[in-house]
């Protein structure tokens, strides 16, 4: 086959072909392989026809020899939609499409502009490669070529320079030229690049297959499976040999019987024999189709007990050991082989920069929002911020783009951790369930026998382990922390310090476990999820989402004895986000425990059946985040404003949105020249809000920045409320020539805004509205951190128009112009 890439290529610095090649590659076909089930016979065998008949002149050859017959039973393993490869009409996965203005000529001499003179615009190199596909990315190749007599990825070459410079040129190189630099890489000088081998030839379908090897073959003139099996052994390089035949089947109608043979057969080369049949192994995972494949495994798994993967883990080793389970994996799903293989790349000190660019620019116009979707599902973070944590400069951004977008960001409130956790946050705030524990307080307890009996246990030679579980298993924590001191009164020793030298392993873990009082132990595991390189997320949630006010205290309390640090202070430092603003509003302890309020609930419900009945559609479709909308604000008042504008309030659209169970305050404050407009009542509040004492419909919170002053800061009384986590401030503020930047009295706001924030986590969205200047943002950056949107206009009509604008965005009210 013709891979079609023309000619008039040169060479690059340092030796290597410059891509695509000199010459068109030469046709191919592709190896013959055994012939497979017809569809006909397949359609006969389906509709209950007779299979015999229309099935014997397109029988499965190696079905023929080895067992005489065709299959009486076959079905359809349809591939799972995150792994089948894009069919006609099928929804494109790829982070990269082509641009829909392209013109190569005029792309050529941008590039070219950008790479003229002394120095380079790597900005504008990295904004164009990162928006062109591959396809339109050689269009332009040939047009630089044709336009300057320059090869312009030996141009590119020149210009850019380490990570930057690979990453770039790797983008430059068609799919099959840049899968064979790879290898090529891979096998060259001292060593081999094992991982690179497994990877690329583990995933790759027949057609890539195919055009690697010719594309090797045309940038080298060599022939890739004698370079490999030059460069390797063993079973490793017979299954690698294999895999590059390419001639996986790829039936979609797969037979019963041959699937329970390959099961059958599997089993008796592994685990019913003495040493591996290593062929089988390899035939069967190297030529079944995947679909085949997955019903192997499924069916492996019900007949040995064991998933496939810990057969080969058991029977196989080496290299040949991670191949095959890159095959597996590969088989079960592509995308996430590739998302464990970018998390591995990233994680701990260090970044394997080699294999991050290799997978980004081969999946970038594949499966890569397949590989974001179930990166963030398995390790609660999003690749595009773990990306952005982990590299920097240029190299950062051109992957940034190839990502395609941040999955944390894109309508999600909070990550999958986050949700957990307020999940069962809300869970165990709703529904007071009795605990029943299986270990209770043993009737005839006697510490000063079961010191004694411990001592002796341990006393000696050896350790009697069965005493020691038979006594502590028996006995509540507050008896074993009375054991404790009876065994140091008596022995002067400390029984914790014995046990852990007497046991070991698991056992040893378990004993020291279960003789810690409960809120050290809690302490100890949380330390233990912060400690070293990563943060085990799970273990964070599971105990701060399910304890008591009380328990929380204490876990406090041991935390600051046993660590001298808070555990507040130890949480913000190894997480991030929402996810930590969450941890540390849980490990404040604060969780409502009064009685039940029926009346409160049935309100609550009330207003629950309104909301969603008529907004869950529009919710779900909007933002899947955002589905708990547990309350309405009943009006937003607007009174005595200039006459060139006017709020018609709109009672049912005007939801009060609660975030995962976090309510939402907003705060609305005029300053400078529209005091006057404060002065009139033209300020629009919280009406009916936890802390107005008033009652919907009426004028609540009105508020200048000359008022603060006076009186409490107003987002110190929202947060002061226990229910208040969310908070929205509407600023509005004149900068004149004279007045650049924020007053002495909004500093001292803002001031109080982070003092308040670092006592109560909550969520602040700010929207600031400037008057005849310009703010520059690093007024406010120098004291919080927030999510804000900042807005220029020119006169006062306009602040009046963007305030309400975007209060009405938040809370669903109808604005309507009245004046000029």
């Not at 990550?415 to 307020?422: D, F, K, L, R, S």
């Amino acid at each position: 086959m013709s891979l079609g890439m023309g000619e008039g290529w040169g060479w690059g610095r340092r030796g290597e072909p410059d891509w695509p090649p000199r010459a068109t590659c030469p046709a191919r076909e592709p190896k013959t392989v055994l012939a497979r089930p017809c569809a006909a016979a397949a359609t006969a065998l389906l509709t209950g026809s007779d299979p015999a008949s229309s099935a014997s002149a397109c029988r499965s050859a190696s079905l023929s020899v080895r067992y005489g017959r065709l299959p009486p039973r076959v079905f359809s393993a349809a591939e799972p939609e995150t792994m089948a490869k894009p069919a006609q009409g099928a929804k494109y996965r790829g982070s990269i499409r082509d641009f829909p203005d392209f013109n190569p000529s005029q792309d050529a001499e941008t590039l070219y502009n950008a790479m003229k003179g002394f120095g380079s615009d790597k900005e504008a190199i990295l904004e164009l490669i990162t928006s062109r596909s591959n396809r339109q990315r050689q269009e332009i190749c040939q047009n630089y070529k044709s336009l300057y007599g320059k090869d312009l990825i030996a141009d590119l070459k020149y210009e850019l320079t380490g990570k930057f410079e690979r990453l770039i040129v790797g983008l430059m190189r068609p799919p099959a030229y840049a899968d064979a630099k790879e290898i090529k890489d891979a096998i060259s000088g001292i060593g081999t690049d094992e991982k690179c081998l497994i990877e690329i030839l583990a995933s790759r379908t027949n057609e890539q297959i195919h055009q690697l090897v010719a594309a090797y073959k045309d940038a080298y003139e060599r022939d890739l499976e004698a370079d490999i099996t030059g460069d390797t052994s063993g079973h490793f390089r017979k299954m690698l040999v294999v895999l590059l035949q390419g001639t996986r089947e790829e039936d979609d109608v797969v037979s019963e019987d041959l699937v329970q043979q390959d099961v059958q057969d599997l089993y008796e080369a592994g685990e019913l024999k003495w040493g591996t049949d290593e062929a089988q192994f390899i035939y069967i995972l190297g030529n079944r189709s995947k679909q085949h494949l997955r019903l192997v495994f499924d069916e492996y798994l019900k007949t040995t007990g064991k998933p496939i993967e810990a057969s080969i883990r058991g029977e196989l080793s080496g290299d040949f050991e991670k191949l095959m389970l890159a095959v597996v994996k590969c088989i079960r799903s592509t995308a996430e082989y590739f998302a464990e293989r970018l998390f591995k790349a990233m994680k701990g000190l260090g970044t394997r920069d080699n294999t991050l660019i290799r997978i980004m620019v081969s999946r970038s116009e594949l499966d890569m929002l397949d590989i974001r979707e179930i990166f963030r599902t398995k390790y609660e973070k999003s690749l595009y911020s773990m990306i952005k944590n982990d590299t920097s400069g240029e190299y950062k951004k051109t992957l940034l783009k190839l990502c395609g977008g941040d999955d944390d960001a894109a309508g999600q409130f909070f990550p999958e951790a986050a949700q957990v956790a307020y999940q069962m946050w809300e869970l165990s705030a709703v529904a007071r369930v009795e605990l029943k524990g299986t270990v209770r307080p043993a009737g005839d307890f006697n510490p000063d026998a079961d010191a004694k009996a411990l001592r002796k246990a341990m006393k000696g030679l050896g350790t009697d382990e069965d005493t020691i579980i038979d006594i502590i298993a028996h006995r509540s924590n507050a008896q074993r922390q009375q054991i404790r001191q009876t065994f140091k009164s008596h022995f002067g020793r400390d029984l914790m310090a014995d046990l852990k030298s007497e046991l070991s392993g698991d056992l040893a873990r378990l004993i020291l476990g279960l003789m810690m009082p409960p809120a050290h132990y809690d302490a100890k595991q949380l330390k233990k999820a912060m400690e070293g390189a990563g943060t085990d997320e799970k273990a964070l949630i599971e105990i701060l989402a399910t304890r008591t006010n009380a328990e929380i205290q204490a876990i406090n309390k041991a935390y600051k004895e046993d660590y001298h640090k808070s555990l507040e202070d130890a949480l913000s430092s190894d997480t991030s986000g929402h996810f930590k603003r969450i941890l540390i509003s849980l490990a404040t302890g604060n969780r409502e425990e009064g009685g039940e309020d029926r009346e409160r609930a049935r309100e609550d419900a009330q207003v629950e059946g309104n909301v969603l009945g008529a907004l869950e559609r529009e919710f779900i479709e909007v933002n899947p985040g955002l589905l708990h909308c547990k309350q309405i604000l009943y009006h937003l008042s607007h009174r005595g404003s200039p006459s060139s504008l006017k709020l018609t309030p709109n009672p049912s659209s005007i939801p009060k949105f609660i975030l995962q169970g976090i309510p939402l305050g907003v705060w609305v404050s005029l300053g400078s020249c529209a005091s006057s407009c404060c002065q009139q009542g033209a300020i629009v509040g919280l009406a009916g809000s936890p802390f107005s004492g008033e009652k919907p419909g009426e004028r609540t919170w009105v508020e200048s920045t000359e008022g603060a002053r006076a009186r409490p800061c107003p987002a110190q009384l929202l947060l002061q409320i226990h229910r208040c986590r969310t908070l929205i401030l509407v600023w509005t503020h004149c900068l004149t020539a004279r007045n650049t930047g924020f007053s002495s009295n909004t500093y001292s706001f803002v001031e109080t805004l982070e003092n308040t924030k670092n006592k109560t986590p909550y969520n602040l969205l700010l929207v600031i509205t400037v008057v005849n200047g310009v703010y520059h943002s690093s007024c406010l950056y120098g004291f919080i951190e927030i999510d804000s949107w900042f807005i220029t206009v020119k006169n006062e009509y306009f602040v009046n128009m963007v305030t309400f604008f975007f209060v009405c965005l938040f809370f669903g009210c109808t604005t309507q112009h009245v004046g000029p």
